[in-house]
């Protein structure tokens, strides 16, 4: 279940935007990290939304950070994924989403849930 951090500065990302990419993102994200060992919907993506602090040092108004679990055959294109998923966004608020970066970092993981 790969997780989404989406850091903002406020004074230039605007709550509309952050919902646009609260819809979208999921979708993205999920078509671009799918690998059979690993198959995603947007159901399966996590998204946490922060806003810059005064003490932090960003380079760009928006930055995405994904992580997700390692798996070869999502590690043997992860470049070509992370630029397909930088596309994306860019393409869903044309000339709204001009600067920004996604880093995508995979690890070994384990998950486990409790439903009462």
């Known amino acids: 279940m790969p997780v989404?951090?989406?850091t903002r500065d406020p004074?230039?990302?605007?709550?509309?935007?952050?919902l646009l990419l609260r819809q979208k993102l999921p979708v993205i994200i999920a078509q671009h990290l799918s690998v059979?060992?690993?198959?995603l919907t947007p159901e399966d993506i996590e998204l946490r939304f922060m806003d810059i602090g005064r003490f932090d040092v960003v380079k760009?108004?928006?930055?995405?950070?994904?992580?997700a679990n390692d798996y070869?055959?999502?590690?043997?294109?992860?470049?070509?994924?992370s630029q397909a998923?930088?596309?994306?966004?860019?393409?869903?608020?044309?000339?709204?989403?001009?600067?920004f970066w996604v880093w995508i970092l995979l690890g070994q993981g384990g998950?486990?849930?409790?439903e009462k």
């Open 4 to 6: 989404a951090f989406v």
């Open 11 to 18: 004074s230039k990302i605007s709550d509309g935007l952050l």
């Open 36 to 39: 059979p060992e690993g198959a």
């Open 60 to 67: 760009r108004p928006l930055e995405i950070l994904i992580f």
């Open 72 to 81: 070869p055959t999502r590690r043997e294109s992860l470049e070509k994924r």
């Open 85 to 99: 998923i930088t596309d994306d966004v860019s393409e869903m608020a044309p000339g709204r989403l001009t600067n």
């Open 111 to 114: 998950f486990s849930k409790l």
